[in-house]
């Protein structure tokens, strides 16, 4: 029962591509959404459950890739063993950085977080002889999977479908556990968490970890999919973006975040054709819904059907009693 | 009743809207992805304009083979990853037939093996050498490269008998591989590099490393890059009191340049495309006429022209005349007309494709050009 939107969504996820085979909008856009999904849910970890802000996820999201890209061409590895190194050193940084940054907080942590992600744009195009530069890093061979090679945007898809339903998953998971409760304990206040007896520092260092790691798998997966990566792809405004997606789908909410993504996905696919006032429209609607639906688009609609669906059956049920009421009267 | 009659007159306009459509040859789509907003717009926005202007004359005088050519365009706002995204938007949604564009180095190259797979002819408008280096079945290239700027440098150089020079670039992606171009060309020309120094394209002061360079035994400065940078080094150079022959890269081809650098830009030199000083050719220069009337009809439009949007006029006209032999869109029949591409006089240069080049220019394409009083002037 825990679980009942989990299935929900993993049944649209796998019918969608049988009902639309080939569409456009199902494998290309499905597959950008699917990695938003992985990276804002692992940000909605950080930032919706322990309330720690960070503006430089898109770094994570880059070693991942990077390490992908750099070790499968120059290196000949096979592709999921750098997926695997990919996780390594992305969770390794993150675990490195996690204590002294994340006792920081506010704007502090904003701005620390930031001048990371920054720090690790400027490597990428700096460090030419590895990275390829600004011009990036083409020639990533396809990835491999017991022998299966995933090549194809249908193929694509199935793969990255399966990543984020794995993603999605574990962070419910999370959030259901005694990490989970201790997350939200450090976002209600630090100080009553330090006080029932949880250990804040070693919560946000692993929550932080974990989240790094979903954005390196994201970054893995992405390097392999596009076959080429460059330092565009993980700049400040993909963190920024990430952000947005976090909280404009509703904060503390995996399938808020879920929802987030593939909104702000839809949305900038959507709104391409109207070329010169997409991005008039596009922060037009965003603006709109923090005004109208603060605590996000999932949230907040998930909400309002509730409370919908509450004053119906509270009418019914003065209905039902007025009617009984008659009915005694007579 | 009236709801009805509705619904009957909207039915009968849609039928009627449908018979046109079928009724009308299909046109021919060329799609297009450019860097129209972002840092890189004054590269992109040209060429944009420049695929509309020529799209619409090609209709004015009734299309290709019959057939009326529709532009699909995108802009990747200078993002690799959304150029991908939008090229298969571009191959799967929008079915077009060809694709021109890709404004810089890193959006072409993020293409690349989409296109490849889709089996689709991409010319694209930028400048990296290794966009068609080592060949692919279904790319090309129009704009010249920054290998081929390189060595117009040192061939200049080599006829004033200067071999020791002094390198400074900027950190972004034109810098970058331009620098590797005169790292790797340096050698063949007989030149030995006595410094290589960098700053940071936002730098506004650049005299710490010139002043490094002072110190050497220079007989000439090399600085590559676009924008503000190099108009910096050029004046610090003059304030510095450095007295050698500075050369700058195609990328500054720009009256803007001059502009910035003021009178520290007398005497700069540097290759640049035959575009910006169409009036000095000979009239014997078979690109004159190309040159003067894509400059006509550009500027009358829209202002001065760059050699950017040449970019574009070269890359659209190859890909018409390519369709025109081609007889149609069949992808493998224009590829392989894109590909016979011979003596085409566009506003880089006359093209020669073949199999194993791609581009088809050679060094004639550039001219050395000096700035004298405060304007560009052939030396060669």
Redesign the interface.
């Known amino acids: 029962m825990r679980l009942a939107g989990f299935f929900v969504f993993a049944v649209a996820v796998i019918l969608l591509p049988i009902l639309f085979p080939d569409d456009y909008f199902v494998t290309v856009v499905g597959i950008a959404a699917g990695l938003h999904v992985i990276l804002a849910v692992g940000l909605n970890l950080l930032m919706g459950y322990a309330g720690q802000i960070s503006l430089g996820h898109a770094a994570f999201f880059g070693m991942g890739g990077y390490a992908s890209a750099i070790l499968t061409t120059r290196f000949d590895w096979p592709g999921w063993l750098a997926l695997l190194a990919g996780l390594l050193v992305a969770g390794t940084i993150a675990w490195l950085l996690a204590r002294p940054i994340l006792r920081l907080r506010g704007h502090y942590l904003a701005m620390a977080t930031l001048g990371f992600g920054i720090i690790i744009h400027v490597v990428m195009v700096q460090a030419t002889e590895w990275t390829g530069g600004p011009d990036g890093l083409g020639g990533i061979p396809p990835l491999n999977l017991l022998g299966w090679t995933v090549d194809s945007d249908q193929q694509w898809y199935w793969v990255i479908a399966a990543a984020m339903l794995l993603i999605i998953w574990l962070s419910l998971n999370i959030v259901d556990s005694r990490i989970g409760r201790a997350l939200r304990a450090v976002r209600g206040s630090e100080l009553a968490a330090q006080m029932i007896g949880i250990d804040t520092a070693r919560t946000k260092t692993q929550v932080f970890v974990v989240s790094a790691l979903f954005a390196a798998f994201a970054g893995s997966l992405f390097a392999h999919q596009q076959a080429f990566v460059s330092p565009d792809s993980f700049s400040l405004m993909i963190s920024v973006e990430l952000v947005t997606m976090v909280v404009l789908g509703g904060m503390a909410s995996t399938f808020g975040a879920a929802c987030g993504a593939i909104a702000l996905t839809l949305l900038h696919e959507g709104l391409v054709v109207f070329e010169d006032y997409e991005m008039i429209i596009h922060g037009g609607l965003l603006m709109a819904v923090m005004i109208f639906l603060p605590q996000g688009l999932f949230v907040g609609l998930t909400q309002g059907v509730q409370r919908l669906w509450m004053l119906i059956s509270s009418r019914r049920n003065a209905k039902a009693c007025q009617a009984e009421v008659n009915t005694h009267a007579l | 009743m009236l709801i009805q009659r509705l619904i009957r007159i909207f039915i009968a306009i849609m039928l009627l809207a449908g018979v046109n459509g079928v009724s009308a040859a299909e046109p021919i789509k060329i799609g297009t992805f450019l860097t129209v907003t972002g840092p890189a717009a004054f590269l992109g926005d040209p060429e944009l304009k420049t695929l509309q202007m020529v799209i619409e004359d090609l209709n004015a005088k009734g299309g290709l083979n019959g057939r009326k050519i529709e532009l699909v ?3 990747t706002g ?4 959304e150029a ?3 090229v ?2 571009l191959i ?2 929008d079915q077009v037939d060809l694709i021109v564009g890709g404004t810089t ?2 959006d072409s ?2 293409v ?3 296109v490849e797979k889709a089996r689709i002819p991409l010319i694209s408008l930028a400048g ?1 050498v ?1 966009i068609i280096e080592p060949v692919r079945k279904w790319v090309f290239k129009v704009a010249h490269t920054d290998r081929m700027a390189a060595a117009k440098i040192f061939e200049d150089l080599r006829k004033r008998g200067l071999n020791k020079v002094a390198l400074i670039t900027g ?3 034109f810098d ?2 331009g620098r590797e171009q005169v790292l790797k060309l340096a050698p063949e020309y007989g030149m030995t590099l006595v410094a290589d120094e960098s700053y940071g394209n936002k730098d506004t002061d650049m005299t710490t490393q010139l002043t490094k360079i002072r110190a050497t035994d220079a007989q000439a400065i090399i600085n590559f890059g676009f924008g503000q940078a190099p108009a910096i080094v050029t004046k610090n150079i003059k304030q510095l009191g450095i007295n050698l022959p500075v050369y700058q890269s195609h990328g500054v081809a720009s009256k803007t340049f001059i502009d910035l650098a003021g009178e520290a830009a007398e005497g700069v030199r540097l290759p640049a495309a035959a575009l910006v000083v169409a009036e000095q050719l000979p009239d014997t220069d078979p690109q004159k006429p190309v040159l003067l009337a894509y400059k006509k009809e550009y500027e009358a439009k829209h202002g001065p022209v760059s050699t950017f949007g040449g970019h574009a006029y070269d890359g659209i006209m190859i890909a018409a005349e390519a369709i025109k032999r081609a007889g149609g869109t069949d992808k493998a029949k224009m590829r392989d007309e894109i590909e016979k591409t011979s003596g085409f006089i566009g506003t880089a240069g006359v093209f020669n494709m073949t199999q194993k080049d791609h581009m088809g220019l050679n060094l004639y394409a550039f001219k050395m050009v000096e700035i004298r009083d405060g304007a560009w002037k052939i030396v060669e």
């Open positions: 365009h995108y802009d200078g993002n690799a990853r991908l995204n939008f298969k938007r799967q949604k180095s890193g190259l993020a690349i093996p989409e990296a290794e950190d972004g992606g970058k591989s």
